[in-house]
């Protein structure tokens, strides 16, 4: 069953001169409990395609043509009050930059709560608690109690970043689009978050569309992989295939970039 | 900072600096104590690598050292007169109201350059340097990409010819192409300038190829320091040979 389904997506901006074209005609579907990898060149394109997916993208400034059919109804066009039905419940975001996503007011047991509190109304205030407090718990923070207490610039990166993975896992999403959600985490870290997203997908078939710069993360989470480069999709395929035999001149760089360590 | 003039091949040298944060939890005051007690020294013109677990204390090092983070006790010395940084979250370091252009012209004000013209030009340059173009100028850093703004940050920590630089994870947003283009530029730096550079890094791979010299900092202590193919080769420390088999680097 499609879950997803991207179709000529194409994002360009009015805000300068020029109209610039940052996306352009990009197409993909997903599957219920299919984990996608998605790479590319930096500045290529691939979180604007996220925020589109997720129903973020300002309406102001910027057009976006194409169509986005995620559960039978298309995000770029449905009205505000619907996406945010979605947002947080069926699909949430583990954003790029979680010191922006955060809100630096807020201690980070209430921002982890949120989408409970939205989405979930039935449960009780220690509920609540219980279920975010066991989130932080699974994303290997040591002192969750302390970190439940906290405001986001008391974290360090790679803390906020388990922060923002807890508070997007909470309401069990169907779809969870991921940026880039361990470049701040130390291998022993990032390699526990992989083992946690990866029986979350095996148990509660949650999708994972995985936006990521690293390719032996890409190839150890994902069957199939999408390439981006200057705003298109220069090649796609099972991972395996894509980086083994890479087609493209920048996959291909890409595979060759990869640092090694000879001793 | 202390000017130590007998000693000028040393760029940084800390003695048993300590850090810890003081919270209201519940109406009590709790105390958490991040650094413990850290000695080390660093070279004129050696890349120092920094890695460990999240949370060790890498970030808090970096502040501590550019004076940003208050210490409780230790002291440190360090021979240069502008260390610049760049920070492990580049949107917050950016200022969102101003154009790249203008955040990267302002270094260059405040150093003196007078000729707009030349620092125009010295501006393109530095874009090109990090591989970005000239149309980025006159965007804001909300209209850029992560792996952009983080170049930008680099462009702009740059652009004065510090003699220390202090980069908290700053190739994390980036591919692997760019990352190389990247590192190879500040490899060239050094070498034409001889500056010095901390490197926080979690990838242990980029950070073998690239530093002289690296520390593995855990709860707060530095667990493991060495040169770079001693340490990889043959780690003491249980935490250390845990990170390089996690990173596949070495088999348990
Ligand atoms: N508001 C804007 N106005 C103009 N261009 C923009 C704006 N926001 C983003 N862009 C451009 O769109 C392109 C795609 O950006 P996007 O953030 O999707 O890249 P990305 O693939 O996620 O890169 P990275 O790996 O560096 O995070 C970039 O070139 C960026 O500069
Ligand atoms: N302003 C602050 N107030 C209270 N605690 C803080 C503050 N800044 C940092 N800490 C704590 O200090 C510890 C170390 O944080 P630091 O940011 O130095 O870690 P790090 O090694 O850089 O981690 P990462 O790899 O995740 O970036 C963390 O437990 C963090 O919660
Ligand atoms: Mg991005
Ligand atoms: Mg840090």
Redesign the pocket.
């Known amino acids: 069953m499609k879950i997803l389904s991207v179709k000529d997506l194409t994002i360009e901006f009015h805000d300068h001169k020029l109209p610039e074209r940052a996306v352009e005609k990009v197409s993909f579907d997903m599957d219920e409990g299919e984990v996608l990898g998605l790479v590319g060149e930096s500045g290529s394109g691939k979180s604007l395609t996220a925020m589109a997916i997720a129903g973020l993208l300002p309406r102001k400034r910027l057009n976006a043509f194409g169509e986005i059919i995620f559960e039978g109804k298309d995000m770029l066009k449905i009205p505000r009050s619907e996406l945010r039905e979605l947002q947080g419940d069926e699909l949430s975001v583990i954003f790029q930059e979680p010191m922006t996503a955060l809100n630096p007011t807020m201690r980070i047991g209430k921002q982890v709560e949120e989408p409970l509190f939205i989405h979930h109304k039935e449960l009780s205030d220690a509920e609540r608690k219980a279920k975010a407090l066991d989130w932080l718990e699974k994303v290997e923070l040591h002192?969750p109690e302390?970190?439940y207490h906290?405001?986001p610039?008391?974290?360090?990166?790679?803390?906020?970043?388990r922060v923002m993975i807890a508070s997007a896992m909470v309401s069990d999403p169907k779809l969870l689009i991921a940026d880039e959600p361990t470049t701040?985490?130390?291998v022993t870290v990032q390699a526990q978050i992989i083992k946690l997203l990866l029986r979350l997908n095996l148990k509660q078939k949650v999708a994972i569309l995985f936006i990521s710069h690293d390719l032996s993360l890409v190839k150890q989470i994902s069957e199939n992989v999408i390439v981006m480069q200057n705003g298109s999709i220069v090649e796609k395929g099972k991972t395996k295939d894509v980086f083994d035999s890479p087609v493209e001149e920048y996959t291909k760089k890409l595979v060759a970039a990869i640092p090694e360590v000879r001793f | 900072m202390k000017d130590n003039t007998s000693s000028t091949e040393i760029m940084i040298k800390a003695e048993n600096i300590s850090?810890s944060?003081?919270?209201k939890r519940n109406g009590r005051k709790v105390t958490?104590t991040?650094?413990r007690e850290l000695s080390f020294e660093m070279k004129q013109g050696e890349i120092l690598g920094l890695a460990?677990?999240?949370?060790?204390?890498?970030?808090?090092?970096?502040?501590t050292l550019l004076g940003i983070?208050e210490l409780q006790c230790g002291e440190f010395t360090i021979n240069d007169k502008s260390p610049q940084m760049v920070f492990?979250d580049p949107f917050s370091a950016l200022n969102p109201a101003k154009t790249i252009r203008f955040i990267l012209e302002e270094p260059l004000k405040i150093s003196g350059v007078k000729d707009r013209e030349e620092r125009l030009k010295k501006v393109k340059d530095s874009l090109l340097s990090v591989g970005l173009e000239e149309i980025l100028l006159e965007r804001k850093p909300a209209e850029l990409s992560g792996g952009q703004r983080q170049r930008i940050c680099i462009a702009a920590a740059l652009m004065n010819d510090p003699g220390l630089l202090i980069a908290?994870?700053p190739v994390s947003a980036l591919d692997v192409t760019v990352q190389a283009q990247v590192l190879a530029l500040l490899k060239k730096l050094k070498e034409e300038r001889g500056f010095s550079i901390l490197f926080?890094s979690?990838d242990l791979r980029t950070m073998y190829n690239f530093c002289d010299r690296v520390m593995i900092?855990k709860e707060?202590r530095i667990a493991e320091q060495g040169k770079v193919e001693e340490l990889y080769r043959d780690p003491k420390d249980p935490y250390t040979k845990l990170l390089l088999e996690s990173a596949g680097i070495r088999q348990s």
Do not use: C, N, P, W
């Open positions: 002192d302390r970190v906290s405001y610039h008391e974290l360090s990166g790679g803390m906020r970043q701040a985490l130390d | 850090v944060f003081t919270e958490h991040v650094l460990g677990e999240s949370g060790s204390g890498k970030s808090t090092l970096a502040k983070t492990q908290d994870e926080i979690h900092l707060g």
